[in-house]
């Protein structure tokens, strides 16, 4: 049981760190439907600083995981930003190829460095066993993993940053009514960039955390199957409030994990029912909240609208 | 002596390539003073009024704050000259409450956090001190529209802005938030703020104006005091010739019943009792019948029933004999009904396409228009649309191509009326067909439905305007409430009487209470 609770809570960590980034990205009006690509990249970032940092202390080990998969993912935001908000592309389309090129790029990249360290090594297969220890802390069976204080963190930041600060009124605004937050001074085009870079930071966060969660080497031509998209449906079931999503994520987290644990938990593996109806559960169950669900939802008026200063 | 303007606009000329927006244009507004700006649409009052907010840089032309000339480059330079404008179209956050929509941009914060108490209180003070009534934690979708106004005033007022100008504040309002709004910037002015009043209503420039600044097709025609001037002399300014006032029509006498509605009931969107209820009527070929009364009182419905955009849950509707209460939408266009609808943008247009595809909306299946093949005969849709521009004095930036959305309000509505009206229907049903338009186009209307009353049409209006439910029917239907309540001859009535049925207070067809 304490083993469902422990990986309820990780995968929760994950949904809840990705599904934040789209919150900010879409409360800043510009949908972030690349969530996934930014996952993939943000997981290389800190799986390359967990395997080249083996055997640092485990302070080191953490932050430099944190730093690295954010940053990458931040930057790779940028890409969405650049495109949607200086050159108003079709936000879906360029979320669509940031998820196609993410995994693709991922691939290559480690590949490239697997073969130059062994000419015989073709895997885009990084190892970080070492570090990932780092990450743990033992109570009794129960393995606390620093994510999810850190995801803890994060989830009461992003809180008080929406809904307490300048910052926050501005940003939401600019995803409601961005000739409104023109005409009052606001520069609609910085706040977009600053949702989509923090939504990059979170979402590449969320990367690392989730190909750490169940495993100790990640496959990257795998990408990180779907989950990204999982949290945008834990975005929208969380009304784009960070108190919902993180219960949203908590519910699905629990699905996630029973795909992990039901062997072990009694009359579930009593029932005999095949590991790949659990690995469908979050999915299946994404579909029918949404269908029942989307009818009340409300996002951000003004999202997938590029902004345009002249347009009236 | 100490300046006695607050803001001069001297010589401005904004060119845009094809028009000369603004040709020349002088414009001082006293502190102090209500001023009007006073023109039709597309007579360049609201170019005007970008080239003040920074929006457009003028050609020539300087602009002056208290004597100084000042360089307006953007919207917050007009902002830190203390100048402030509420806009047609509300800039506020729907979702966010009043106060928040009150201090975006300019929030007080401590540490980073913002400080709501404290700005609440200065809300309250301001609208305390100016009259103008809000509830600061409510969220602005759940608000009058009026309260929304008045929310945009205490934007300008928490800012310290000491221009204040209203673009068309009353377009969306009833007449007691009207009233309401005038008693507001009378006390505004009395208070020292200085406020420019852009309109094209006579009446209500003549009731709060001090003096009124006229613009005619881009051109500076004259300032005037208000006090010395008349309606006539204002309108006359304003379009450059006489308007008349009164509609002219002879009188008739009405043929065939057109239109037989027979217990009509409508449901509503709103709430669970029905919208309409019960409704029968008929309007004759030859015949102008007018539904009046108060916004919300079933009208909307009753209409989407007779077109057919939204089914009826009982009663019939007869077109010319033939029953159509249950027809499609085409079937009741291609059988002769037009239909004017309230909401341009939403029924009325396709903002984004063009101006000649949108005359071709509800006939581009017809052999003129569309091959056999099926691919549409743009030669013929071209050609079509050019007589309809012509034909009915369309005014466009760039002709047919035009996109819908870059047109005014008058030319988007002369569209429809021309793209309606050509289908020379039997049945005509134009709602506040007038709804935001200037003088000069209203008489234009009028007179479009009075001509199609005279080839004999019918003709079903509906209409929020007291004065043109006086002046352009031959019968009066009033509603309250999803009923008709009575049915008047607008030649044997007064706008007293009419307001009796309107606010319920009288009814000749009350049901009986069921025993």
Redesign the interface.
Known sequence: MTLLVQYTLIYASVLILVALGGCFSEHSGVINLGLEGIMVMGAMGGALAMKYLTGSPAFVVILATILASALTGLVYSLLLAVACINFKADQTIVGTALNMLGTAAATVIIKAINTAANPDDVSSVVQYIESKRSFIVSFGTFEFNWFMLVTLILLVISYILLY???FG??L??CG??P????????NVYKMRYAGVMISGFLGGLGGIVYITAGVSEWKFENGVVGFGFLALAVMIFGQWKPTRIALAALLFGLFRALSNVYSGIGFLSMLNIPSTIYNMLPYMISLLVLALTSANS?AP?AEGIPYDKGAR | MENQYAIEMLGITKIFPGIIANDDITLQLKKGEIHALLGENGAGKSTLMSVLFGLYQPEKGIIKKDGRQVKIQNPNDANDLGIGMVHQHFKLVECFSVLDNIILGVEPVKNGFLQKKEAKEKILALSEKYGLKVDPDALIEDITVGMQQRTEILKMLYRDNEILIFDEPTAVLTPQEIEELMQIMRNLSAEGKSILFISHKLNEIMAVADRCTVLRKGKYIGTVNVADTTMPELSRMMVGRDVEFAVKKEDRTPGDVILDVKGLTVASKLHKNNAVKDVSFNVRSGEIVCIAGIDGNGQTELVYGLTGLEPVKAGTVIMKGKDITHASIRERSVNGMSHIPEDRHKHGLVLDYSLEDNMILQRYFEPEFTSKAGTLKRANIRSYAEKLIDQYDVRSGQGAITKARSMSGGNQQKAIIARELDKAPDLLIAVQPTRGLDVGAIEYIHKQLVAQRDAGHAVLLVSLELEEVMTVPDRILVMYEGEIVGELDPKKTNAEELGLYMSGAKNDFRKEAAV
């Open positions: 307490k600060t300048r009124l501005r939401m605004a409601e009514h000739q409104a937050a023109d005409s009052v001074g606001i409300r008026k």
